[in-house]
């Protein structure tokens, strides 16, 4: 028998689109209509995979071997007990409520805490700290948006259904999709391909094929044309960039000098070069035209400006950028977050601690330093001495020349499935899938909470991220009892019911009553 | 005439069959074939001679990988190799993060030479090459 269940969130990144429709026969996924490619591998295959992990396990003479989950997380609770500066890092495929408690595990180890953002979106959020940032919703930029600018960031494989949900490709109220446009595009690019493979080979010369978008040409005359329009800024040419009215290609690590160029323009100044970034002055002028020109623009920017060189002074003069012109039009910007909840484990963490990431408890109270409570910088040092990983694989992501100094110390690994981290880990945690096998709540990219939903039952014996963390912090207060360590005050058992969901309204204001003047009526003079 | 070595900029990440790789499993076939790659521009390929299928060494100041060689499908971009993020790309990467925490992933040089015969490392392979334990 088999059920269809609607509206089911994906829980992959951060687009976290909400309009699932699952088929689910005996307790498993079968069909998924309306999800990506990536969504499609997990939420029908991966996560039912070989590789999935069903018990604990703990490295014996250099091998896994299965144990229970008393002993792997008295084991666990040992570790990060008799560590003196562990480092719990990971966080971002997780829900929220999970988060929660791992603040509340930090502070008790008085260990550094990181999350994910530290080597995708962390520049990001430094440099919203220092200059703001001027953001809207997904809804608003999907009905209102007229121009949209992908810089350094390619929605197409990180974001599948960006595009196609909340920019160029959807019908807004009142702006109009650009998909018929880009089909049209399309079918014009593969009648010139064919022509021009068939005139080549009536010459007997080898084909040259156009492309359709040219690198580096001159913006074409659509990009001031009333209705959606997108431009792609990029190193390199992206499928992104061939959907794109324009594509802007660039010199890797030059995307401050191009955008200071375009703020130049923006503020009209004179610019005493030829090119700026490999691109010529006249054709950022055109950009900036159009990006002045528009009613509501907005610009996403992905890895490629927070990893090259410049890190968050890139992002410093993007929101510039988008700053200047608001003097002239409507203009957002937004990061294009990564895993489906990294902006939540942001949130979690500045409502817990006061800041986003990089935290360190070392002291009894948090601190925040990026560049030395990063997780990598951390490992550079060979400053920790333990470390948890959930919910996240530094194992494939981080350099392997700081991962091997993670390797010199004991390891804990909280995932659902066996990735490269949970492959190396001492003990190896498993976990449910939350967003498949259980509720929680996430944050969507532009800081929208969205509650994911349960579709089938968790394998007997697998606890949620939340369960589990709450036994190893109850098994690391015991340890401390027993040492005569003093334990947090606040001892909380966590039941897990229903998803804790964030005020969606500001209380109203309390109003003291005011006190009754005393008019004294004058004396009429007589 | 083939050159011995190619110096090029190495950007890492994400494609869309990495992404369906990393989902299906990190030991899943899709997985390897998605991310043990390397992309060249077609006329950096003529000048190192190599095929699309070739193994090929990427050395940076940080480590080496054998990846496969893949023609970048989009466009030109002489000078530039990519190769998705995953075990593979991060074999190479450096651990520099001008204090702000986010290591070398984007933009830095490597040499990359033609290394027929020899073999692409498997997930389980490549982490016991690298740390000494794997899940086996």
Redesign the interface.
């Known amino acids: 028998m088999s059920k269809i269940i609607n509206n089911v969130v994906c829980p992959?990144c951060g687009c976290l689109c909400d309009d699932l429709e699952v088929t689910v026969k005996n307790n498993e996924i079968v069909k998924m209509k309306n999800g990506c490619?990536?969504c499609e591998?997990?939420m029908v295959?991966?996560y039912k995979?070989?590789?999935r992990i069903l018990k604990p396990m703990i490295?014996k003479n250099?091998k896994?071997e299965p144990v229970s989950m008393d002993e792997a997380v008295k084991k666990a609770a040992q570790i990060l007990t008799d560590a003196k500066y562990p480092l719990l890092f990971g966080w971002s495929s997780t829900v929220n409520e999970a988060q929660r408690i791992g603040v509340e595990l930090a502070e008790e180890l008085g260990s550094a805490l990181?999350n994910c953002c530290?080597?995708c979106h962390?520049?990001s959020v430094?440099a919203t700290q220092e200059v703001g940032i001027p953001a809207a919703t997904l809804g608003q930029i999907r009905h209102r948006a007229d121009l949209i600018v992908y810089w350094a960031c390619?929605p197409?494989?990180?974001h599948?259904r960006h595009v196609e949900r909340y920019t160029a490709f959807t019908d807004g109220r009142f702006e109009g999709s650009e998909w018929k446009s880009y089909m049209n595009k399309m079918k014009a690019s593969a009648s010139r391909k064919k022509m021009d493979i068939a005139s080549k080979r009536i010459e007997r010369e080898e084909a040259q094929i156009n492309?359709q978008v040219e690198?580096n040409g001159p913006p074409p005359q659509t990009l001031q044309k009333p209705g959606r329009k997108m431009i792609v800024v990029d190193?390199?040419?992206?499928?992104s960039?061939?959907a794109a009215d324009y594509f802007m290609?660039i010199e890797?690590?030059r995307d401050y000098d191009v955008i200071e160029a375009l703020r130049c323009i923006v503020q009209d100044q004179e610019l005493d070069v030829e090119k700026v970034g490999g691109v010529p002055v006249e054709y950022l002028r055109e950009v900036a035209d159009a990006m002045m020109k528009c009613e509501f623009g907005v610009i996403y920017f992905g890895?490629?400006m927070?990893?090259?060189?410049g890190?968050?002074r890139n992002i410093e003069v993007a929101i510039a950028l988008a700053r200047d012109l608001n003097r002239k039009t409507k203009f957002i910007i937004s990061p294009m977050r990564g895993h489906f909840n990294v902006t939540g484990a942001n949130q979690v963490f500045a409502w817990q601690t006061g800041y986003p990431y990089?935290i360190d408890f070392s002291q009894g109270y948090p601190q925040f330093n990026?560049?030395?409570n990063?997780?990598?910088?951390l490992l550079?040092r060979e400053d920790n001495d333990a470390t948890l990983v959930i919910s996240a694989?530094p194992?494939?992501?981080?350099?392997?020349?700081?991962?091997?100094n993670m390797?010199k110390h004991p390891l804990i690994t909280i995932n659902p499935?066996?990735?490269?981290i949970?492959?190396?880990g001492d003990v190896v945690f498993p976990t449910q899938w939350c967003g498949i096998e259980y509720v929680g709540t996430a944050y969507r990219m532009d800081s929208v909470p969205i509650t994911l939903k349960k579709v089938v039952e968790a394998p007997p014996g697998v606890l949620t991220d939340e369960e589990l963390l709450s036994k190893i912090l109850a098994e690391v207060r015991e340890i401390k009892k027993k040492r005569g360590l003093p334990v947090g005050l606040t001892e909380q058992k966590i039941v897990h019911t229903e998803p804790i969901e964030p005020p969606r309204v500001c209380p109203a204001p309390v109003t003291k009553p005011k006190p009754k003047k005393v008019v004294k009526k004058k004396k009429e003079a007589a | 005439m083939v050159e011995q070595k190619l110096r090029a900029t190495l950007i890492t990440g994400r494609t869309i069959e990495q992404g369906v790789g990393k989902e299906l499993g990190k030991g899943s076939v899709e997985y390897y074939d998605s991310c043990a790659v390397c992309f060249f521009d077609k006329s950096d390929m003529q000048k190192i001679g190599i095929k699309n299928g070739s193994t090929v060494k990427v050395t940076s100041k940080y480590g080496s990988v054998i990846v496969k060689a893949q023609r970048y499908p989009w466009g030109t971009n002489p000078g530039m190799v990519f190769i998705p993020c995953g075990s593979w790309a991060n074999c190479i990467t450096g651990d520099e993060t001008f204090s702000m925490g986010m290591p070398l992933f984007k933009g830095f040089p490597v040499e990359v030479e033609s290394a027929p015969n020899q073999p692409v490392l498997t997930l389980d392979e490549l982490l016991l090459k690298q740390f000494g334990r794997n899940s086996l």
């Open positions: 992959i490619a990536v591998a997990k295959h991966g995979s070989e590789e490295r250099g896994l990181d530290s080597v962390g520049p430094m390619n197409w494989t990180s599948p492309p690198v190193v390199r040419k992206t499928m960039a061939e290609q890797p690590n890895l490629g927070t990893q090259s060189l890190r968050f990089a990026p560049g030395e990063t997780a990598v910088d550079k694989d194992g494939a992501h981080f350099p392997s020349v700081v991962m091997k390797m499935d066996m990735n490269a949970s492959r190396l």
